[in-house]
C-alpha cells in the first residue's frame, strides 16, 4: 500500500476511513454514529458503540479457537522467572480476579487505582477492570506515596490493587507500606486493598482494609465482560503537566480499542500470534497501549519484561530476550540503546545471540539522537524506526508507518504524520510556518480515535491547555518542524516538562517541593542536557537570608526532599546555590537562558533581562559545581 495515498483518505475522508477500521474489531453493538462531537467541539467517536475491551483482549481469541496460544511471557532477570501463560489462563485468572472485586461491592463506573511492579498481575488487574466495566487508573511504581496520593484525590478509587514489593536491580522495595502511607496522606479513603504476596520477604503490614489476591482470586467465581459505551473510560493515566498537579488523562474505549488494533497492524506491522515486546512500564502509556492492550487485542504474544536494559545482568539482557522468545517486533526508548551502547560500545553482547527473529525495532519516549541510531544501525540490521507520541494521544502521530510502506529513514526525524493526524506547525501568533520553519507543533481537530477524551473532571484545564491556545487546533507542547518531503523533527518541549530517561516529569512540580524546604528563598528548577538520560533536572536554589545551613546540607536536603516526595525516578541529583537568579524586569524567572548557559549554547541576553551581571554569575557557579557542559 502506499503510504501517502492512505494518510490522504485518512485526512479527507475520516469518518469513511475510521468506519472501515472500526469493523476490524467486534462490538456488542455496532457504531451508527462514527464521529460527532462534544460540548467543546471536540471529536466524539463511534458515540452510540457498544463493545468491551478484555472481551477484545481475551475471550474473542479463545471463542475463535487461540485459547492455547501464549498470550503473556513473563521475563524476570531480577526474580530469574519465565512464565508463560496462554489466552486461556489469562482469561479464568482475569475473570475471577473481576468476581472477586464484585464481591468487594465494585461496579461499571467504580475507579481502581493500581500500583505495582512489571509482573503478570499488574495486566491481569488492568483486564480486570475492562471486564467489569471499572476504570482503573495505572500510577508508576517509582512514584513516591506523595505522588501516588495526588492520583488517589483526583480519582477517587474504590479500590487500590498493589503486590508486596518491586525489585530495582538488587533492592526490595516494599510497596504496601508505600500504599499505606498515601492513603494516609490522601483525603479519599479507598475502602479496599488487593495485595498480591509474591513472597520475597518484603514487609507487608496488615491492615484492615486488606485483601489477599490470591485468596480472592481462588474464592470467586468468574465474571463476564460487561458491555460499555464507546465513549466509557477505560482508563485514567496521570502524567505531568505544567503545574504541581499532574493531569488525568481519560481514555475512551471504542476509539482506543480501534486505533490500537489499526496501530498494531498498520504502524508497527505485527501479525497476529507474533510475539511483541514493549520494554516500558505498565504504569506510562507505552505499557497500556503497547504491554496490555494493543498486542493482546491484536491476538499477539506480548512480553512483561521486570529487569533493566543493563544491570539485570548485564548489557546482553535485551538480546538474550529477543532470542529466547522469538521477538519479532521490540519497542523501548533511546535512553535504554544509549545505556547498552556505553556498557557495551562495541556490541559484543549483540554477537552471541541469534536475533533473527527481529524484523523492527522501534523508539519513542524522548528524541532519538542521530548517534544512538547510527549505533543501532551499524550493529543490528533491522529497521530502527523512532516515532513520536504522547500519553494524550495513546498511540503514535508521527512515524515510518511499517504496516503501510517502508519509507526511508532520516536520521533525527520521527518519520511523517500518521494516519488521522493532520499536523502543522504553527508561529506564536498561530501563523502556518514554512518548511523548515522551526515552531508549535500542533494537529488539526478532529483528532483521530484513540486520543485522549478529556481531563479527569477537569474539562477547563484540558480546554486551556490543548484548544484554546489555537482554535481548532490541538496544542501538542512540543516544538519542531517539517522539512519539504513533509517529514517532521521534534525539537523538544516547549513547556516546563522534561523527559528523563523517557519519563515525563514536570520541572514547575519540582519547584513547588523545592520551595517548600524552610531555607530556600526561591528557586527554579530546569531540565539540562544528559548524555544518559536525555534530560535531567537541575535546581537552582537561592538560600533564605538569615537561614544558617551550610550549602552541602541544603543541598543534601533537597535532593532527598524531590526523592521523598516525588521519587527517585526524578533523578534529581545536581542543586546549585545562588545568589540570586536571573529575571526579566517583571520579575519572571529566565529559565531557557539558565539551560542555554548549562547547556554550552550560544544564546542571545533577552532585552527584557532585570541585570545582564546574573549571567556571569550563574556562569561561575555551573563551572564550580561542575554543571551539564562544564563537567
Ligand atoms: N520503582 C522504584 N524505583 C524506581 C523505579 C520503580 N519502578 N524505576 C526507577 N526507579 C528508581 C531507580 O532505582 C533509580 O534509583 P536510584 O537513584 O536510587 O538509583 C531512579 O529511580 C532512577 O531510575 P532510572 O531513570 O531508571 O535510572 P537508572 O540509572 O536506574 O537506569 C536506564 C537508567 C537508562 C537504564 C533506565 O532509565 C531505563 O531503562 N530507561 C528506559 C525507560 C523506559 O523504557 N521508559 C519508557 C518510555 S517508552
Ligand atoms: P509521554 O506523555 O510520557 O509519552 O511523553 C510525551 C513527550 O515525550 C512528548 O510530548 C515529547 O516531548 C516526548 N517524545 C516522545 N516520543 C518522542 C520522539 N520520538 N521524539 C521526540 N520527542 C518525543
Redesign the pocket.
Known amino acids: 500500500m502506499n503510504y501517502q495515498e492512505f494518510y490522504s483518505q485518512s485526512c479527507q475522508l475520516p469518518e469513511a476511513f475510521w468506519k472501515e477500521q472500526a469493523d476490524q474489531i467486534e462490538w456488542y453493538t455496532k457504531p451508527s454514529t462514527i464521529l460527532s462531537k462534544d460540548d467543546n467541539d471536540y471529536p466524539l467517536w463511534y458515540k452510540d458503540g457498544e463493545l468491551n475491551a478484555c472481551y477484545l483482549a481475551l475471550d474473542k481469541h479463545i471463542q475463535d479457537g487461540f485459547g492455547d496460544q501464549t498470550a503473556i511471557i513473563y521475563d524476570s532477570p531480577v526474580t530469574q522467572t519465565v512464565k508463560k501463560y496462554t489466552y486461556n489462563e489469562v482469561k479464568t485468572e482475569v475473570a475471577k480476579l473481576a468476581g472477586g472485586m464484585i464481591s468487594l461491592g465494585l461496579k461499571k463506573g467504580d475507579t481502581a487505582v493500581i500500583y505495582m511492579?512489571m509482573i503478570p498481575q499488574a495486566a491481569f488487574a488492568m483486564l480486570a477492570c475492562a471486564r467489569i466495566g471499572v476504570t482503573h487508573s495505572v500510577v508508576?511504581?517509582?512514584f513516591a506515596p506523595h505522588e501516588l496520593a495526588i492520583r488517589i484525590d483526583d480519582c477517587k478509587p474504590r479500590l487500590i490493587i498493589t503486590a508486596s514489593s518491586?525489585i530495582?536491580?538488587d533492592r526490595l522495595?516494599a510497596y504496601k507500606p508505600l500504599v499505606d502511607e498515601a492513603i494516609n496522606l490522601a483525603e479519599h479513603k479507598p475502602k479496599k486493598v488487593i495485595v498480591f504476596n509474591r513472597k520475597l520477604g518484603a514487609r507487608i503490614p496488615f491492615k484492615k482494609y486488606d485483601v489477599d489476591y490470591d485468596a480472592l482470586v481462588y474464592g470467586s467465581e468468574e465474571a463476564e465482560c460487561v458491555s460499555v459505551n464507546a465513549t466509557h473510560p477505560l482508563y485514567v493515566l496521570y502524567t505531568s503537566g505544567t503545574t504541581g498537579k499532574p493531569k488525568g488523562i481519560v481514555r475512551d474505549t471504542g476509539g482506543y480499542a480501534v486505533a490500537l488494533k489499526f496501530s498494531m497492524q498498520h504502524i508497527y506491522g505485527a501479525k497476529q500470534d507474533e510475539v511483541f515486546w514493549a520494554?516500558?512500564?505498565v504504569g506510562?502509556v507505552?505499557g497500556h497501549s503497547f504491554i496490555v492492550y494493543g498486542p493482546l487485542i491484536n491476538r499477539n504474544t506480548t512480553v512483561i519484561f521486570e529487569g533493566?536494559?543493563?544491570r539485570t545482568p548485564d548489557a546482553s539482557t535485551f538480546w538474550r530476550v529477543i532470542a529466547e522468545h522469538k521477538v519479532s517486533i521490540m519497542f523501548?526508548?533511546p535512553?535504554?540503546i544509549r545505556?547498552i551502547k556505553k556498557e557495551d560500545p562495541n556490541g559484543e553482547f549483540i554477537k552471541q545471540y541469534d536475533l533473527s527473529s527481529l524484523r523492527t525495532q522501534f523508539l519513542?519516549?524522548e528524541r532519538c539522537d542521530v548517534a544512538t541510531l547510527e549505533w543501532y544501525r551499524e550493529h543490528i540490521p533491522v529497521p530502527a524506526i523512532d516515532h513520536w507520541w504522547q500519553t494524550e494521544s495513546g498511540w503514535p502521530m508521527i512515524c515510518n508507518m511499517m504496516g503501510v510502506e517502508y519509507l526511508p529513514i532520516k536520521p533525527g526525524s520521527a518519520g511523517k504524520a500518521v494516519t488521522g493526524y493532520d499536523i502543522r506547525i504553527f508561529g506564536e501568533n498561530g501563523q502556518e510556518l514554512g518548511s523548515n520553519e522551526e515552531g508549535y507543533v500542533v494537529i488539526k481537530l478532529p483528532l483521530p480515535p484513540g486520543t485522549m477524551l478529556d481531563l479527569w473532571k477537569d474539562n477547563d484545564r484540558f480546554k486551556a491547555g490543548y484548544l484554546n491556545r489555537f482554535p481548532g487546533y490541538y496544542f501538542s507542547g512540543d516544538g519542531g518542524f517539517k522539512d519539504d518531503e513533509d517529514y517532521i523533527f521534534i525539537t523538544g518541549r516547549v513547556d516546563d516538562v522534561i523527559n528523563?530517561?523517557?519519563?515525563r516529569l514536570s520541572t514547575a512540580e519540582m519547584e513547588e517541593i523545592v520551595s517548600s524546604h524552610h531555607s530556600v528563598a526561591e528557586c527554579a528548577v530546569i531540565g539540562i542536557n544528559d548524555e544518559?538520560?536525555g534530560q535531567v533536572p537541575l535546581a537552582l536554589v537561592v538560600n533564605k537570608s538569615g537561614e544558617d545551613i551550610e550549602h552541602f546540607q541544603l543541598q543534601h536536603e533537597v535532593v532527598h526532599l524531590v526523592r521523598d516526595q516525588i521519587?527517585?525516578?526524578a533523578?534529581l541529583r545536581d542543586v546549585v546555590i545562588v545568589q540570586r537568579l536571573p529575571k526579566t524586569r517583571s520579575g519572571k524567572i529566565l529559565r531557557k537562558l539558565l539551560r542555554s548557559i548549562a547547556d554550552g549554547e550560544n544564546f542571545q541576553v533577552p532585552s527584557t533581562i532585570d541585570d545582564e551581571a546574573i549571567i556571569d554569575e550563574v556562569r561561575e557557579e555551573f563551572i564550580k559545581a561542575k554543571i551539564g557542559s562544564f563537567r
Open positions: 511492579p508508576f511504581g517509582g518491586g530495582e536491580i522495595i520494554a516500558s512500564d506510562w507505552v533493566k536494559p543493563i523501548t526508548a535512553t535504554a545505556a519513542a519516549g528523563v530517561a523517557g519519563h544518559l538520560k521519587g527517585a525516578v533523578s
